[in-house]
């Protein structure tokens, strides 16, 4: 049976009539008369060779054959949106966003899918980086998280957060460690800020060697090791509240002391899209709420 001559709107009419068993009510569900619903049923009637609705004295009643019909069509109907919307949405380019590692996994992520369900349409694809060589035209990002002073050429920026750095160890490690100065005898786990323990140490008034252990290329990875118990690491706790609440790690002392760098909000000069604009002001307010 060829379809090819038979219209979408007579199939939707007859859909309607039978599910709402009336051609006034399937008229104003499709902002047509009833006259043209009437229409379009006799012209699907008459290309089956089948009756589907039993015309009354008082109304319309649907056939067995058409209620069948009927659940097929609406099925059918609803795929064909699905996919049109689908269509529709994969035009929009997703929005392509740049970010150091460590602030991807400890603070965009468990906050991201708040902006995903605020912006359906603006779909976000995460590219992170160690924040080196980051630029924002060679890699095609709309904006990017960079961790600094906020003086990057060739793109316009906002401050985010400030960020903290203190001890952060396992409990096993913590238990043998009563002050800082126990830290002499326990393997510091450095990033490549390789003034970050001398400072902290400085601070807390212990003579110890900070550029001892090993040094990793992030602040994930070094808390890693950390996690292994391997070694007390210097980082920002905010990036690791997941740990921290779940008990794998612990801060063992109190004494913190400023980054030597924020976390920033970057973005190109050129005018920003939608989502790239819903995005930024989206971030800006989250850092603002999570300071505050």
Request: proline share 7%; net charge positive.
């Amino acid at each position: 049976m060829n379809l090819r001559h038979l219209p979408l709107g007579a199939l939707r009419a007859v859909a309607a009539a039978a599910r709402l068993g009336s051609f006034a009510r399937a008229a104003d569900e499709l902002h047509v008369t009833p006259a043209a619903v009437s229409q379009q049923v006799k012209l699907v009637e008459d290309y089956l060779g089948v009756r589907l609705f039993d015309r009354l004295h008082r109304g319309l009643r649907p056939t067995a054959r058409v209620l069948a019909l009927q659940l097929e069509l609406d099925r059918a109907f609803a795929t064909i949106s699905g996919a049109l919307h689908e269509t529709a949405r994969d035009e929009q380019p997703p929005l392509a966003v740049g970010v150091v590692g460590t602030f991807a996994l400890g603070w965009l992520l468990p906050r991201l899918p708040r902006f995903e369900a605020s912006f359906p349409s603006a779909r976000v694809q995460l590219f992170t980086h160690n924040n080196r060589k980051v630029d924002l035209l060679r890699d095609r990002l709309d904006v990017a998280i960079r961790f600094g002073d906020g003086g990057w050429p060739g793109c316009r920026s906002r401050h985010l957060l400030d960020s903290w750095l203190t001890p952060l160890c396992t409990p096993r490690v913590a238990a043998v460690m009563d002050s800082p100065r126990d830290l002499r005898r326990t393997t510091l786990l450095s990033t490549y800020h390789r003034d970050d323990w001398p400072r902290w140490l400085s601070a807390s008034g212990i003579e110890v060697d900070g550029r001892r252990g090993p040094v990793f290329d992030s602040s994930v990875a070094m808390i890693q090791a950390a996690l292994g118990d391997f070694g007390v690491g210097l980082a920002d706790p905010r990036m690791f509240a997941r740990q921290i609440a779940e008990g794998a790690l612990m801060q063992p002392f109190g004494t913190s002391i400023p980054a030597v760098g924020e976390y920033w909000l970057t973005w190109r000069e050129q005018v920003q899209s939608p989502p790239a604009a819903a995005f930024c002001d989206w971030i800006v307010a989250e850092a603002a709420s999570t300071s505050g």
